[in-house]
């Protein structure tokens, strides 16, 4: 049934492999109407690492921003400012590896799909209890749905991996995007949740979507955020999870996606 | 009610801005068992990007990599590897910036909580018609649900920006994780269907993770994938889109996030 001469599709996702640097070409096939389809050029960065010859392992994660203008269209975005950061200790070798993008956002067509989740005010609900690590004692967790049982306790089947709680800094702090950021990595490991227990874990890769701007995060002037969090599976050493931050009044303020190791 | 003074944040994620190299350490405050808490190491980044004299507009997309083996922890994961890899085109001037993590997979308890999309059989859905796009061409979409209706009539509210549908190539080719990355870019713009008419888009930043390593891509043996997008917000120029890529027996291959430009 499946082609067994070159699928156009490997044509169009050709590379010439040269050390570190590659060539390849758009196609005519995967064009679209204002430049190459974004999926092949994904595809063509993938197929250049699958085959260099230093490559080990199979994929996990890829993040691809689409930098430059487009090429042919009336309406190149030239709005938008991509970063590149490497972050070292001591040595030479890469810690963490980041790419950003700032964009100036106009005013445009709005509208929320997501449904705000359901809570009770942040107030009625007591504190997670402190834990051993400094980074928890900073937050004030008030867990609505899915409070962490750690304990280890024999379980008929995985627990749910899904999370409702505010997050607040314990010592009070306005919101702001870099809180966003932080906060967006402040979920406990939703293999936890799954196993009721604490395994090895940490996070590989993640990734936060800022659905507000500054300007707009000022106005909401906040303290705490209403958050949730799950995950879709777990699998040879790899869990998912997605989470989302919510201002107090129901603005979707940030969503954002990890993908984790575990040792189970 | 908000701290008046320095808060712990703002130390913990302090930078010192020099051209475009900082310096910056990590914080006891923010300290988890095995190393610095990841969301402080992301927000300290995201600082020195707002701090940076050429940085213009807001964080719209962060994605931070943590690549290092873990510092002092008894689980240390060897088995990533970190790519940054850059596109150019003719001159110099970055077109696409993306990293990459690769895995080698090792067995582990498996939970796959997420439940698998009923559809009818790929056979019993008649593919959508050709469009112009050439890329739309090479592959066979056949819509279970949120068929596309860009005729631009007045709606009285938004349409839902769910899609459920069949992606093959249109030539047969086996899935593999080429065709993955692209199939995961291969949804019709969220903004098009919420509201019903084709404006100007495009795809920013794009993020898939994968589920299954290549030998389980290989047993799988298929030449399409059930595949469901959704969206949760469109706010000053910028919509997210959320995505899974199934195979046929119920299995999560791969899920897939990307934060786009749009123009209504």
Redesign the interface.
């Known amino acids: ?3 067994r001469t070159q ?4 044509d169009a ?1 050709r590379v010439t492999a040269g050390d570190s640097r590659w060539q390849g070409r758009t196609s ?7 430049g ?8 063509t ?6 085959d260099h010859p230093q ?14 203008p ?1 090429a042919q ?3 190149a ?1 030239r ?9 070292t ?1 001591g040595g030479t ?22 449904e705000f989740p359901k809570a009770p005010p942040f107030e009625q609900i007591l504190p997670y209890p402190k834990v ?4 928890v ?2 937050y004030d967790f008030r867990f609505v749905e899915g409070d962490p049982d750690f304990s280890g306790a024999a379980q008929a089947a ?1 627990g ?2 899904f999370s409702k709680l505010w997050i607040g ?1 314990r ?4 919101i702001d ?3 966003l ?6 979920f406990f490991g939703r293999v936890f949740h ?2 009721g227990e604490l395994v ?1 874990f ?15 995060l000022v106005a909401e002037d906040i ?1 705490r955020v209403l958050a949730v969090a ?9 869990g ?1 999870q ?1 989470g ?1 931050l919510w201002s107090p009044q129901g603005r ?1 303020l940030a ?1 954002t ?1 990890q ?1 984790a ?4």
């Open positions: 049934m499946l082609a699928h156009l599709f490997d996702t005519e096939d995967y064009w679209a109407f204002v190459p389809f974004g999926g092949a050029t994904a595809a960065i993938l197929r250049a690492l699958i490559r080990a392992g199979d994929p996990l994660a890829l993040t691809v921003n689409f930098c430059a487009i269209g009336a309406f975005n709005s938008t400012q991509h970063w590149s950061v490497e972050l200790q070798e890469v810690a963490t590896l980041a790419t950003a993008v700032f964009a100036e956002r106009r005013p445009s067509w709005s509208h929320q799909q997501a051993a690590a400094s980074w004692k900073q995985p749910n991996a800094d010592i009070p702090r306005e995007m870099l809180s950021m932080s906060m967006s990595d402040a799954a196993r090895p940490g996070t590989v890769s993640l990734t936060t979507y800022f659905h507000t701007d500054a300007e707009d303290s799950d995950a879709k599976i777990f699998h040879k050493s790899y998912d997605s989302e979707l969503t996606h993908i190791y575990f040792k189970v």
